[in-house]
């Protein structure tokens, strides 16, 4: 039986208490919305504290976003959800949160999508980044259509991160899953870089999904054809390469360097090799 809207009311309250109390939100960041039935949405009200707000609060929209009722006005972001509701019929909630370890990583440009937590690539597979956008305005939820078909959680550049589930509290937990990922990963990086699981380990772990009752698509690798030469290409999380599973992966890279790479050199490291060359030239 599908919960009532005093039940969402109060189980919103409660997902925006835990982000604020983990501190994946400061001040009003953040939003949170839940579908009432197949025509409105509950919706979290623009400036307002996720963490100390109250059920009669929340604001009823149109899947346009227009308001139907409530005192306060929508979150701004509201656009975002409306994009998650559009493309995903099957979910239920989304929830929208600055948590701070996965924010930095949007921040610095790196996705999350090494295949090294087994929780991680059975629950959301990758979490890549959507191209960063400014907040409030049409092209954020333009960034986010590209990727939420096929995804549960992600990224958003330089801003911050978006999940959504069959209810609020699987959205929330995979938020929590997300900045969990980020600070494991972080971590592992400092202390010398993640080692990853195979790609058979990686096709393994999505056949448990099924089991798990889950259902969101996020097709890590498609399925390697009998007999030929399966490697990462055709997967959306790194995985280690057939002979080399579990071998460290160098921070930040994957591989040798190959001459397509990209390199990052110093001001000083670049002057001095221009110099070297004009030396040679003369
Ligand atoms: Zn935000």
Redesign the pocket.
Known sequence: MAPSESQLRADIVEVGRRLYARGYTASN???ISVRLDSARLLVTPANVCKGFMNEPMMVITDLDGRKLAGERHPSS?IQMHLEVYRQRPEIQAVV?A?PPIATAFAVAGIPLDRAVLAEVVTTLGSVPIAEYAT?STKELPEAVRKYVKAHDGML?AN??ALTLGADLFSAYYKMETIEHFANISFIARMLGGERLLSREEVVRLQGLRGRYGIAAPAPICSDPVAGSQADSADCQVVVAPPSRSGERLVPDRVGPVGADDEIRLTYRELTALIEDAVRNLK
């Open positions: 960041d953040g939003n972001e929208h600055h907040p958003l801003h911050g």
